[in-house]
């Protein structure tokens, strides 16, 4: 999509299945191939239980593929060995959606902020607290919150302080999942524009997870949508709401409610419920919930297919 | 019929968390509480419950409900109202049902509690509840455990359970926010339903604002404990008077909002 652009990440035919306690198999992801982009914003977007979230494990090497290969610059990340995979961490790091689980919460903001950096053997101890210093600056708290704990502080300086600590080692991707969503809406555009100013300033590529739409759209300069496993659209992000060509796009856009949006319009809410991974259907992943669905969506499962510059839909009927 | 007067409300000895509340509810009209987490809306829906936890109390206003007031009330006379005329919604329906026991059986004691009616007899209401809820196979999910249902579905079990005697007035506290958008505006949908249908009264606590501007025909702005905003929806959304709902406003994503890039 940006052809002038480098590209920092890309996932080729991932696939990623678990096995339950009953020998069934759980597919999560499904022949998802992604481009993250050299400081740009990829969004993924999709519903509870639709495998965003075990994606970005297998970026993050939390998880490993079934199958298929993601590519760091080039380099295929799925086989490293532990070593290889422990340096590589310092490129590409991760901000939870719950800033207090994933902190020690008998650790001082300044150890947490600089654990990364001793890790690596970037800093010694006595640099510790310019060090720290300088990231609090970064996102803009005062020096002196470096001695407080982390539940002496609100969420939104919390998630301040995990976006200190995952940029800490100055990764060239960012993983965030649901990194706002816990958070009340005037501190989530507080964090979303201190992401957005610091995406400018140090070039970093950013994979978003984020079940709201709305808020996705506002950033993100390519949007991923998910839907039980797969990627059923890939498209430009300022182009969502007029372009998004996929039902489950549009349904998801329609399911928005806006505060301008008047009363006496119909909320047009999709019925039924998601279907169990355990059994995806044969044929398109959506055909259960799909208004449109026809005999050839129960046969042949869609992919996706170019439709305009960076616009891919995996739909049989979208032209 | 619900009327709130000065209402003030302490925690232990400390300073009152809400202070001065006063809110009317007509029937049929279904009213928002937003604002941010610690802002005190919560606290306005369990008092009005009178169901505050041990360390809160409230120490001057009156609530009435069609005229009586709601504070003397004692323990025999709550339970002929909750669960009757007035019935809350929370957050996740899924965590107040009982996880050991299927759903048909809490249903079905659930009825007879409130009312004199043979087991067949309350397993048949409970069952064209949840048609009316559109859940599909109802007699199925009578027999299922509360885990085997998804979020929405025990959502939409809630509420089913909650209007099972009509309740004049329902409070909702966040009943969308563990949800998926398009789940979300299913509920929306039928809460809407509630009140078209069988003219209940709803007082929703929600941070979405998007929801509340959809659903409401007023909408209240509370922040730390007290009111800053409140009128009709037209009022806050369009000409809001104080600054604080003006940034909530402001911060709202919006599919055609503020772009950051």
Request: net charge positive.
């Given at each position: 999509m940006f052809k002038d652009l480098e590209i920092v990440l890309q996932t080729q035919h991932i696939v990623k299945q678990f096995k339950t306690s009953k020998n069934q198999m759980l597919?999560?992801?499904?022949?998802i191939n992604l481009t993250a982009y050299k400081g740009k914003t990829l969004g993924i977007v999709g519903e509870s239980g639709c495998g965003k979230s075990t994606f970005v494990r297998l970026l993050t090497q939390l998880e490993t593929p079934t199958s298929g290969k993601i590519l760091y610059h080039d380099k295929d990340?799925?086989?490293?060995s532990k070593k290889e995979a422990w340096l590589n961490r310092q490129n590409i790091q991760m901000v939870f959606q719950d800033p207090m689980a994933s902190f020690?919460?008998?650790?001082k903001i300044i150890d947490i902020l600089t654990e990364p950096l001793l890790n690596f053997k970037r800093i010694k101890r006595s640099e510790k607290e310019t060090k720290a210093k300088e990231l609090l600056e970064m996102v803009e708290l005062?020096?002196?919150?470096?001695?407080?704990?982390?539940?002496?502080?609100?969420g939104g300086q919390r998630q301040r302080i995990s976006l200190a600590r995952a940029l800490s080692l100055e990764p060239e991707v960012l993983i965030c999942d649901?990194?706002?969503?816990?958070?009340d809406v005037s501190i989530q555009r507080n964090i979303i524009q201190l992401l957005v100013r610091l995406q400018k300033e140090k070039n970093i590529t950013i994979i978003f997870i984020c079940h709201d739409l709305a808020l996705i759209s506002s950033f993100s300069h390519q949007i991923a949508v998910m839907y039980l496993g797969h990627i059923v659209e890939v498209i430009p992000g300022e182009k969502?709401?007029?372009?998004?060509?996929h039902p489950y796009t549009r349904a998801l856009i329609d399911s928005q409610f806006s505060v301008?949006?008047?009363?006496?319009?119909?909320?047009k809410a999709l019925d039924g419920e998601v279907p169990s991974p355990l059994d995806i259907p044969q044929?398109?992943?959506?055909?259960?919930?799909?208004?449109?669905?026809?005999?050839e969506c129960r046969k042949e499962k869609p992919v996706l297919k170019e439709v305009g510059v960076g616009h891919q839909v995996a739909c049989q009927y979208s032209k | 019929m619900l009327q709130i007067k000065n209402l003030a409300v302490q925690y232990?000895?400390?300073?009152?968390?809400?202070?001065?509340f006063n809110l009317s509810v007509e029937e049929g009209e279904i009213i928002s509480i937003v604002g941010e987490s610690g802002s005190g809306k919560t606290t306005v829906i369990r008092a009005i419950m009178g169901?505050?936890?041990?360390?809160?109390?409230?120490s001057s206003g009156d609530i009435l409900f069609y005229n009586q007031s709601?504070?003397?009330?004692s323990r025999e006379e709550w339970q002929k109202l909750r669960g009757t005329e007035i019935s809350m919604i929370f957050q996740d329906c899924g965590s107040t049902l009982?996880?050991?026991?299927k759903i048909g059986s809490q249903y079905v004691e659930y009825i007879r509690m409130h009312t004199k009616m043979s087991k067949k007899e309350a397993w048949d209401k409970a069952v064209s509840m949840l048609d009316k809820m559109k859940l599909a196979d109802s007699e199925n999910i009578m027999n299922?455990?509360?885990?085997?249902?998804?979020g929405g579905m025990r959502q939409r079990v809630g509420i089913a359970m909650v209007m099972t005697f009509n309740a004049k007035l329902l409070l909702a506290d966040?009943?969308?926010?563990?949800?998926d958008v398009t789940t979300q505006a299913q509920i929306v949908r039928e809460m809407m339903a509630l009140r078209d249908n069988f003219g209940t009264s709803i007082i929703m606590i929600t941070h979405n604002l998007g929801v509340a501007a959809y659903m409401s025909d007023k909408i209240v702005v509370m922040q730390q404990g007290k009111v800053v905003d409140m009128g009709t929806r037209d009022e806050v959304i369009n000409?809001?008077?104080?600054d604080y709902t003006k940034k909530l406003l402001a911060a709202v994503p919006e599919m055609e909002g503020e772009s950051f890039v």
């Open positions: 597919v999560a992801c499904n022949d990340i799925v086989h490293f020690n919460p008998k650790m005062p020096a002196d919150f470096m001695y407080r704990y982390p539940h002496s502080m609100s649901e990194a706002t969503s816990a958070l969502i709401k007029d372009g998004a060509k301008h949006l008047s009363q006496d319009k119909q909320i044929g398109c992943p959506f055909q259960s919930r799909c208004k449109y669905c026809k005999e | 232990k000895n400390e300073l009152p968390m809400i202070k001065d169901a505050l936890s041990r360390e809160g109390k409230i709601l504070l003397g009330k009982n996880p050991i026991r299922s455990y509360p885990h085997q249902l998804s966040e009943p969308t926010s563990a949800l000409y809001p008077s104080s």
